[in-house]
């Protein structure tokens, strides 16, 4: 499981969660994304109304099999297309989910719901909201892998610094199972050299963790988006290329879940039930 996540609102969040649903798709892999962002964009995107009578919010209230069958759709995005595309649809009702001081057993909500259907899916992404809340947190608990979505700003690199202590404090007291995946570049604008500053600062301060793939601030993304359609079926060399980089993004995460499968089948048995809690 991947968690796409930001401290920082505006920064193509939701827009890389979607592209990477694209290529999954297009690569034939069963996928489910998560949306526990209450703004719901992910749902729309993938051409859900946020508004269901059961969603993502009853699915952390009662983790059960049915809440998660119940809050899932299939995404107007795989018509026709054979992969499977599913999407928990999202609810401003998560925002009775974000208690100030969540229990140890409320953080492990999600990832109890979605071992009730894991073996129903090749993929899943979970779309965070943009800040470190009980909601990103109890996402994070319940995945493998965190990618953090940053813009090449000032205040968006504060909050990467501040995602990745958070995590380490997830690490720390919750869950030793998950680990950051790394941090992708979007919106980047090449020519302009605050942009440049700002990736050499973090590829100076990550220099393990920064993604050698990065997107550019370009227009075919927020035109496939607002048409409902997935990046790999939009017309045109821009969009291809961009759906180019999000298969070489989708290949580099699938390649890190073998390698922390391998890891974790070297590990004795007792040693692997102790990272998980």
């Given at each position: 499981?991947?968690?796409?996540?930001?401290?920082?609102?505006?920064?193509?969040?939701?827009?890389?969660?979607?592209g990477l649903?694209?290529?999954?798709?297009?690569?034939?892999?069963r996928?489910?994304?998560?949306?526990?962002?209450?703004?719901?964009?992910?749902?729309?995107?993938?051409?859900?109304?946020?508004d269901?009578?059961?969603?993502?919010?009853?699915?952390l209230?009662?983790?059960?099999r049915?809440?998660?069958?119940n809050?899932?759709?299939?995404?107007?995005?795989?018509?026709?297309?054979?992969?499977?595309?599913?999407?928990?649809?999202?609810?401003?009702?998560?925002?009775?989910?974000?208690?100030?001081?969540?229990?140890?057993?409320?953080?492990?909500?999600?990832d109890?719901?979605?071992?009730?259907?894991?073996?129903?899916?090749?993929?899943?992404i979970?779309?965070?909201?943009?800040?470190?809340?009980?909601?990103?947190?109890?996402?994070?608990?319940?995945?493998?892998?965190?990618?953090?979505?940053?813009?090449?700003?000032?205040?968006?690199?504060?909050?990467?610094?501040?995602?990745?202590?958070?995590?380490?404090?997830?690490?720390?007291?919750?869950?030793r199972?998950?680990?950051?995946?790394?941090?992708?570049?979007?919106?980047?604008?090449?020519?302009?050299?605050?942009?440049?500053?700002?990736?050499?600062?973090?590829?100076?301060?990550?220099?393990?963790?920064?993604?050698?793939?990065?997107?550019?601030?370009?227009?075919?993304?927020?035109?496939?988006?607002?048409a409902?359609?997935?990046?790999?079926?939009?017309?045109?060399?821009?969009?291809?290329?961009?759906?180019?980089?999000?298969?070489?993004?989708?290949?580099?995460?699938?390649?890190?879940?073998?390698?922390?499968?391998?890891?974790?089948?070297?590990?004795?048995?007792?040693?692997?039930?102790?990272?998980?809690?």
């Open positions: 499981m991947l968690s796409v996540s930001a401290l920082k609102g505006g920064v193509g969040k939701t827009t890389i969660t979607l649903a694209s290529s999954a798709m297009s690569r034939g892999l996928t489910l994304i998560v949306d526990l962002d209450p703004q719901g964009n992910a749902s729309i995107g993938l051409g859900q109304s946020p269901s009578s059961v969603s993502s919010a009853e699915v209230k009662k983790p059960k049915q809440n998660v069958l809050a899932t759709f299939a995404s107007s995005w795989a018509k026709g297309q054979t992969g499977r595309l599913d999407i928990m649809v999202s609810s401003n009702r998560l925002s009775q989910q974000n208690i100030p001081n969540p229990s140890f057993k409320q953080l492990w909500n999600l109890e719901a979605l071992s009730r259907v894991e073996g129903d899916y090749d993929l899943v979970i779309d965070t909201p943009p800040n470190i809340n009980t909601l990103t947190r109890t996402a994070w608990v319940a995945s493998d892998r965190i990618m953090l979505i940053t813009e090449p700003s000032i205040n968006s690199l504060i909050g990467v610094n501040n995602a990745v202590k958070a995590l380490a404090e997830i690490r720390k007291q919750v869950s199972q998950v680990r950051l995946f790394g941090i992708v570049v979007n919106r980047l604008r090449p020519s302009l050299a605050e942009h440049q500053f700002r990736v050499n600062e973090l590829q100076s301060l990550y220099p393990e963790d920064i993604c050698r793939i990065t997107f550019e601030e370009k227009s075919p993304l927020s035109q496939a988006q607002g409902g359609r997935s990046i790999h079926s939009w017309p045109g060399q821009a969009a291809a290329k961009l759906a180019g980089n999000f298969d070489q993004l989708l290949e580099e995460v699938i390649r890190s879940f073998a390698e922390e499968d391998m890891r974790r089948l070297s590990q004795p048995k007792n040693e692997r039930e102790r990272n998980r809690h």
